[in-house]
């Protein structure tokens, strides 16, 4: 039988399509500021000198083999990742309240946190909030596990910061247990961050509405070049006694993109029965990761963790984190100063106020479609552009190309 017959043809990733017509691109000044990864001034990835060593050093051991890891990951690259998140000194890891999985990088984790919200919440399962605008995959991600989806007001287009009256008016209107997707730092795609006092005040909803934290970190380092300012509103959260869940990356802040290393991490409230809980939802994860993936894959965690677990190489890696941060800084600096010579009509300075690796730059897609035919530089329909895509040789030209399509 024809079962698949009338199967619908999926629309092109967007950003991968992007990648692909980029690449066909045979213009000698194309620029790529699509892609989140980080590229060198002469526009190629880079391998952190650091990973190189730990690479190195994982080839020169005799002992390497190819065995299966746990279902839980590498016990020393979870517990790493888990320090790393909440903080050496995190209640929580004291405590005995922290479970963590090694996953298939930040979208593993996300998925696997979606499956287990879906899973183990009350039927029926209560919404998750996502920022509007966020990275494009959590709808996809959500939607396929089957969650419902709601979005909160994030990015005002005027102000070009973070719209927090909408942002905190819609929390404090959602059903109880509902989740809220909340980037850790440097959001995708609008490079806004709420500041401190900004991120108490949604602690503040969460506890007082019973909403659940859903952490999503990405780019922890990339946006202050600090590992712990970067998280420090993940920090706060647990402080404040929050039961909360967290997906992480190591594609970003360590250039392991292809490699899929990431974590997934539950964090029980304080309590007497917090450990308890913990064990229970670590035994129900390890079900989870067991049907979707058996076990996760070793190469990425094994570099990861030889880092991690090494004062010396963690000192360099933090050395290696501040270049791409610093570069990227610079390149927004640059930007901007192009920009106010050619006095370009409109107001800039969100280029330099945004942090991480992206910036909405704020242009129509009609423009986003001009800039790429006539200048050949690409970026996402919605006007977002990667500043790593940016370097000395080619700063000038993207913003002659940006003051030409907004005049
Ligand atoms: N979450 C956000 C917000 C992201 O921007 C990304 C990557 O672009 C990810 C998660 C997951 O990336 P990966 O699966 O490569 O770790």
């Not at 490079?191 to 108490?200: I, L, M």
Request: proline residues 6%.
């Amino acid at each position: 039988v024809e079962l698949f017959d009338a199967v619908p043809q999926a629309p092109e990733d967007p950003l991968f399509g992007l990648m692909a017509a980029y690449r066909k691109d045979t213009h000698e000044k194309k620029v790529d500021l699509g892609i989140g990864a980080y590229r060198d001034n002469n526009a190629k990835p880079w391998v952190l000198p650091v990973v190189k060593k730990a690479d190195k050093i994982l080839r020169d051991d005799p002992d390497l083999n190819h065995e299966y890891l746990p279902i839980a990951g590498l016990p020393e690259f979870t517990l790493a990742a888990q320090k790393l998140i909440l903080g050496p000194d995190s209640p929580a890891i004291k405590e005995g309240r922290a479970t963590s999985l090694q996953t298939i990088s930040g979208t593993g984790a996300v998925h696997l946190g979606g499956l287990f919200l879906s899973r183990f919440l009350p039927k029926p399962t209560p919404a998750i909030y996502l920022s509007n605008p966020t990275w494009a995959n959590h709808n996809q991600i959500f939607t396929n596990i089957g969650m419902p989806i709601k979005s909160y007001p994030y990015f005002s287009a005027k102000t070009k910061m973070l719209d927090l009256d909408g942002l905190l008016s819609t929390l404090k209107a959602a059903p109880e247990k509902s989740i809220v997707l909340l980037h850790a730092c440097a959001h995708n795609p609008t490079g806004v961050d709420p500041t401190q006092d900004q991120w108490k005040q949604i602690a503040e909803v969460c506890r007082e509405r019973s909403l659940f934290p859903f952490f999503d970190c990405a780019y922890q380092g990339f946006a202050s070049g600090d590992l712990a300012t970067d998280n420090w509103a993940i920090r706060y959260f647990v402080e404040q006694g929050l039961e909360l869940i967290i997906a992480q990356s190591f594609a970003k802040n360590f250039g392991l993109y292809g490699e899929r290393a990431g974590a997934f991490h539950f964090v029980a409230a304080p309590g007497s029965k917090a450990q308890d809980v913990t064990k229970r939802v670590a035994s129900q994860l390890a079900v989870l990761q067991r049907s979707e993936i058996s076990n996760p894959p070793a190469y990425g965690a094994r570099i990861a963790s030889i880092v991690l677990n090494d004062k010396a190489l963690f000192a360099e890696w933090e050395e290696d984190l501040r270049t791409m941060s610093g570069r990227i800084i610079e390149m927004r600096k640059s930007l901007k100063a192009e920009l106010d010579k050619l006095d370009t009509p409109g107001n800039w300075d969100h280029i330099t106020s945004q942090i991480g690796m992206f910036s909405f730059t704020g242009i129509s897609e009609a423009q986003v479609l001009a800039i790429r035919e006539k200048w050949h530089v690409y970026m996402t329909k919605n006007g977002r552009i990667s500043m790593a895509g940016l370097n000395t040789s080619n700063v000038k030209y993207v913003a002659e190309a940006l003051d030409d399509v907004v005049r």
